[in-house]
């Protein structure tokens, strides 16, 4: 079947490139749908390469080798030469005596003329050749070569070099920016945008209130220096943005050089160091001194531990071109003064990692902490995001928002991109909720895997999994409500899962809390045993996590019969604070204490496990029963879900009754 859209004039114009008439370009140009246009090739270095080659063979090899001077001076004597053409380099002999130019209107056949040949020599100061040239009568004749000179340089040198000079460029194109590093290895990379080029503002960042307070202090200044200045007051040198990947530290440094309509300098930490040495700190002086011409501005270096990690037990020693960078970016904060109108703002997720040099006031002396959203920060960043979205009036970005605790901005706007996409894959026109919930599932557990076959025995396995980990959740105090149970993979093995959705962000958690989670993480294993009589390796997952918070609350929350209210576990300095050592990660305790802390994790998670165990076999008919609906379903929400345990509530008074 024909495509129906292929007979359209209007479609085929549009879709065939350039249009030439009679089906192709003039003869003088190259088609551009055959050779990409203009477009530089290794092909036309080769013509180059040929046409060179022709010109030599042409025009500069017409002349037979050079000969003797004796056997030229016998050739004049026997008269095979009957002219000659004197050079200040050679002396040229021709078999044919010059020709004069026919007549006007008669035409003569130069292949009726008579072969000739030329001999060359090299000239010898001999007066006998002029009276034997004329004895013989050889006309001869001097010729001046200053043409012929200038085109020796031409094809000798000027050609060749420019030749060379092509390849040259093609290669650096070729092999990337190498050879510009090697070129400008004392200039900084930064990309530069012109004051009032900056379109961000701070109505386009939400969810970093606080954040956002802390920088207007610095556009503030940039646009009025002299309230600051005429108190005597001093703006801080330099802001260290820390947070989460995701959270928007780039984001807010736009918009902070968007608001204050300055130039702004963004570089990459890594940009600064190369292969040479030195060319660090070549780079972060010539930035400086770019940046101090077009004061004022704004500096922004991303990823600073890229360039900014402790020198304090650095086994590589010192004199490094990371360290002589870090040296010169000290150095250059420390040129400049308050009031030239240069700030320099750096983001950085691992602030526990930088030298306490760099963080001394003076310097990075101020640290906004750029957070994870909270509930209205998350809902505010989705309708940001769902402005050039077409939303179906029945969307809740609050119900959004709510399912999405812990996420990043990064993570939100990239929701309501593949909620758009689904909506698109499913042919509709405005994006629903069920597709920002299948987003949502999507970024947590991963993409579904329904063709992965199964047999019903491994489904079965799978079912009562999750079930009891449903179910053990829906039993369990101050636990998150249980959102979705399915048994369709999902991610890179994950063969079913049970989506628990907090309903407010928690910044502090109780020991029963604590506990709880391990009671839901137990709760899969616990149902395999208790309904088929074995376990399998579906809980490896859980029994990782599970392990993991039983051990922290030994070692970190103090929260042991042993050891309470101590902390066993000793850790590098936090995300904001003076760093004074790299994170390390080590213990300060005997051998009998880890031997303590082994034997209280055992025994926790096997007492945890009792009581699931125990609390599944009260509810066997309801486990058997939410299993059988999963079984046939693949999935139940969370209406579905309280529905069945509603129902089982109401047969069990009923029967009490």
Not at 201 to 230: H, I, M, S
Not at 287 to 315: H, T, V, W
Not at 328 to 346: H, K, P
Not at 382 to 411: E, M, N, Q
């Amino acid at each position: 079947m024909s495509d129906p859209g292929s007979d359209d004039p209007q479609k085929k114009k549009k879709n065939s490139g350039p249009q030439f008439p009679f089906g192709g370009p003039p003869p003088h140009l190259p088609d551009p749908r055959k050779f990409g246009g203009w477009k530089f090739t290794i092909i036309y270095i080769l013509i180059l390469v040929v046409g060179m080659s022709l010109f030599n063979y042409v025009f500069l090899n017409r002349v037979n080798p050079t000969i003797d001077f004796s056997e030229f001076k016998s050739k004049i004597a026997s008269g095979e030469i009957k002219r000659v053409e004197l050079t200040d380099s050679y002396f040229t002999g021709y078999t044919n005596a010059r020709r004069e130019p026919a007549p006007s209107g008669v035409f003569k056949n130069p292949y009726t003329a008579a072969q000739e040949e030329a001999y060359r020599t090299v000239p010898i100061n001999d007066s006998e050749i002029i009276k034997l040239m004329d004895e013989r009568k050889v006309s001869y004749y001097a010729v001046s070569r200053e043409g012929s000179t200038v085109l020796n340089i031409i094809f000798s040198w000027v050609l060749p070099i420019a030749f060379f000079f092509v390849i040259w460029r093609f290669l650096i194109k070729r092999l990337g920016n190498f050879g510009g590093n090697v070129l400008s290895v004392g200039q900084n990379r930064a990309v530069i945008v012109a004051e009032g080029d900056v379109v961000t503002r701070f109505q386009d960042v939400a969810g970093v209130d606080e954040a956002k307070e802390e920088l207007v202090e610095v556009v503030d200044f940039l646009k009025n220096p002299k309230k600051y200045t005429e108190i005597g007051g001093k703006i801080p040198k330099g802001v260290l943005l820390v947070g989460p990947p995701g959270t928007g530290k780039t984001l807010l440094a736009r918009a902070v050089a968007g608001e204050a309509g300055v130039s702004f300098f963004r570089m990459s930490g890594a940009d600064f160091v190369e292969m040479f040495v030195g060319v660090g700190a070549a780079r972060v002086r010539d930035l400086f001194k770019q940046a101090r011409e077009k004061a004022p501005c704004i500096i922004f270096i991303d990823e600073l531990d890229a360039i900014g990690k402790s020198r304090i037990n650095n086994i590589a020693g010192g004199n490094d071109e990371r360290e002589q960078t870090l040296n010169q970016l000290l150095v250059e904060m420390d040129g400049f003064d308050g009031t030239s109108g240069l700030i320099i703002l750096a983001a950085t997720n691992r602030p526990d990692v930088l030298d306490p040099a760099l963080l001394r006031p003076g310097r990075f002396d101020r640290q906004v902490l750029v957070d994870r959203p909270d509930l209205n920060g998350r809902e505010a960043i989705l309708r940001i995001h769902a402005k050039a979205v077409k939303l179906s009036p029945a969307v809740d970005l609050a119900a959004v928002a709510r399912s999405t605790s812990g996420f990043v901005g990064a993570d939100l706007a990239n929701i309501v991109n593949e909620a758009a996409l689904l909506a698109v894959r499913n042919s509709r026109r405005l994006v629903e909720q069920q597709d920002f919930e299948e987003a949502i599932e999507k970024t947590v557990a991963g993409l579904q895997k329904k063709t992965r076959v199964m047999s019903e025995e491994v489904r079965r396995v799978i079912a009562y999994h999750e079930t009891g980990h449903a179910l053990t959740a829906a039993f369990t105090p101050n636990s998150d409500p249980v959102q979705k149970i399915s048994i369709i993979p999902r991610g890179f093995g994950a063969l079913g899962y049970t989506l628990q959705m907090p309903l407010e962000d928690r910044y502090v958690i109780t020991k029963d809390e604590l506990l709880g989670k391990i009671d839901v993480l137990m709760g899969g294993r616990a149902a395999e045993e208790l309904v088929f009589g074995e376990i399998s390796t579906g809980a490896a997952n859980d029994l990782t996590k599970a392990t993991d918070i039983a051990r922290k609350m030994i070692t970190d929350y103090g929260m042991s019969s042993q050891f309470k209210h101590v902390a066993l576990t000793q850790r590098g300095a936090g995300m904001i604070g003076q760093a004074t050592q790299e994170p390390m990660f080590h213990r300060e305790y005997s051998e009998a204490t880890q031997q303590y802390i082994d034997e209280e994790i055992a025994r926790m998670i096997e007492k945890r496990y009792d009581l699931v165990k125990e609390q599944l076999q009260g509810n066997r008919e309801l486990l058997e029963r939410i299993a059988a609906r999963l079984l046939e379903k693949e999935t139940l929400d969370e209406k579905e879900f309280k529905k069945l345990l509603e129902e089982q509530a109401q047969t069990a008074i009923s029967g009490g009754v």
